[in-house]
C-alpha cells in the first residue's frame, strides 16, 4: 500500500497568527517540502501576497469560506497537487491547509475523508489551533465556532505572548486546556513554533506502532473521573427507542423559565464543551460496536465534534484505528505492528451540547455481548 502523505490544518480565529506560523514554517528547512493550501475570505487575498517566496507549491483558493463555498476547489486544488507529483513536475512530502478565521474545521475534514481517492492519499496529521493570547478569551466568549476549533485541536498554538503579562497567559493556557485536554500546547515565539511540535499528531496509518495510537487517543487527558461506573440496569433501552430522541441521547427538556434564569448571567460558549474516555479491559464485541456508533452517529453526530479509538475487537489479533468527525466515520485502519502484551480499547469523544454522565452511559453499552438464541 502506499504510504498516505500526511496534511495539517492550520486554524484559528481572525487576526490570531495562522500566516505568520506557516510563514516560519516555510522558512524552516527541516519542516521538509510543503505544499501549501491557503483559503482566503474577501474580495482581496491579501494573507496570499504576504506568504514569502519560497520553492514551495502555494495555492491560493477563490474568495469564501473553505468550510461551505468553494470545498469543491479544495478539492480540486489537493488533487492537481497530485497530479502534478504524478506528472514529476512538483515533489512534496506533506500538505499543509492555512484556513480562514471563519472556517469550521469539521466539513473540511470530512472532505478529505469521503472524496473518492482523497482519502486513500491523504492521511490527517493534525489539527492545529492559532490562538491569540491577547483577544483569544474574548473571542472565545464572542462565538461557539472559535470554541469549537479549540475542542478540535490535537494542538493548540498560543501567539503574542509577548504583548500580555505572564498571569494572563497562564489564565488563558488554563482556560484552553479545560476546552481540549488532549491537545499538546505550546507558545510561539516570534510567531514561530517547533516543528516537532506541529507534525505527528494525527491518527497513525497502518505501519503505525501501538503506543503511537495509544498517544493519539490520549484517553488519560479525558477521564476527568476515574471513579467506576455503576452497570446500566438496562443497557439496551436506549436502543429499543426508535423515535426522534433516541433514548439515551435525547436532548433533554429546557428548564421552565424562572425569575432566576432570566437574571442570572448566560453560560460560557466553553460549556457546551463535553469531553470524556473510557478504557476497556476486554475485546469489543464488533456488532456491539457496530450499533453503538451507528445510534451515536444517527441520534447525535452533529455534535460529536470528534471521536477517537484504538479498539481491539474480538476475533482480531492487531487492534483497529478509528477517527470520525461528527457524522462522518473515517474508514478503520487496522495497526499493522504491535508489542506487548496491552489488549486495552481506548475511546475518547469530544462533544457539544451533551451530558458526560450520557456519553459514559453509552460507552457502557461496549462491554455487553450481544444475546445469542440457541
Not at 495562522?18 to 475570505?41: H, M, P, Q, Y
Not at 514569502?52 to 469560506?65: A, D, N, R
Not at 498571569?167 to 491537545?183: D, M, Y
Not at 455503576?230 to 427507542?241: G, R
Amino acid at each position: 500500500m502506499t504510504q498516505r502523505i500526511p496534511l495539517t490544518l492550520i486554524t484559528g480565529y481572525l487576526g490570531a497568527g495562522k500566516t505568520t506560523l506557516l510563514n516560519a514554517l516555510l522558512r524552516d528547512a527541516s519542516a521538509g517540502r510543503i505544499a501549501v493550501v491557503v483559503n482566503e475570505f474577501g474580495d482581496v487575498g491579501l494573507d496570499h501576497d504576504l506568504i514569502i517566496e519560497t520553492t514551495e507549491e502555494t495555492v491560493l483558493l477563490s474568495s469564501g469560506c473553505m468550510c461551505c463555498t468553494v470545498r469543491g476547489d479544495l478539492v480540486q486544488a489537493l488533487e492537481g497537487l497530485f497530479e502534478k507529483r504524478a506528472a514529476g513536475k512538483l515533489d512534496f512530502d506533506r500538505i499543509v491547509i492555512e484556513t480562514t478565521g471563519l472556517a469550521d474545521p469539521a466539513p473540511i475534514l470530512h472532505t478529505l475523508i469521503v472524496t473518492p481517492g482523497l482519502g486513500a492519499a491523504l492521511r490527517l496529521d493534525g489539527v492545529v489551533t492559532v490562538c491569540d493570547a491577547v483577544n483569544g478569551p474574548a473571542t472565545l466568549d464572542a462565538g461557539f465556532e472559535n470554541v469549537s476549533q479549540v475542542a478540535m485541536a490535537d494542538v493548540l498554538v498560543i501567539s503574542k505572548t509577548d504583548l500580555v503579562t505572564p498571569s494572563h497567559v497562564a489564565k488563558f493556557r488554563t482556560r484552553l486546556a479545560a476546552l481540549a485536554p488532549g491537545a499538546k500546547i505550546v507558545t510561539a515565539n516570534q510567531g514561530a513554533a517547533p516543528i516537532a511540535d506541529l507534525f505527528g499528531h494525527g491518527a497513525p496509518d497502518m505501519n503505525g506502532a501501538l503506543p503511537e495510537a495509544e498517544a493519539w487517543v490520549n484517553a488519560p487527558a479525558y477521564a476527568l473521573s476515574r471513579l467506576p461506573l455503576p452497570a446500566l440496569t438496562k443497557p439496551f433501552a436506549h436502543l429499543a427507542n426508535t423515535g426522534p430522541s433516541y433514548g439515551l441521547f435525547a436532548i433533554p427538556p429546557a428548564p421552565a423559565t424562572s425569575l432566576m434564569s432570566v437574571i442570572a448571567p448566560a453560560a460560557r460558549h466553553d460549556d457546551r464543551i463535553t469531553s470524556v474516555s473510557m478504557v476497556f479491559d476486554e475485546p469489543i464485541n464488533p456488532i456491539m460496536l457496530d450499533i453503538w456508533m451507528e445510534t451515536l452517529i444517527a441520534a447525535r453526530g452533529p455534535d460529536i465534534l470528534r471521536l477517537k479509538a484504538v479498539i481491539w475487537a474480538d476475533g482480531f489479533d492487531t487492534p483497529f484505528v478509528i477517527h470520525g468527525v461528527q457524522h462522518i466515520i473515517d474508514p478503520p485502519i487496522r495497526l499493522a505492528r504491535w508489542t506487548g502484551a496491552d489488549r486495552k480499547s481506548r475511546v475518547v469523544i469530544i462533544g457539544r451540547d451533551l451530558p458526560r454522565d450520557v456519553l459514559l452511559d453509552s460507552l457502557e453499552v461496549l462491554k455487553t455481548r450481544p444475546l445469542v438464541h440457541g
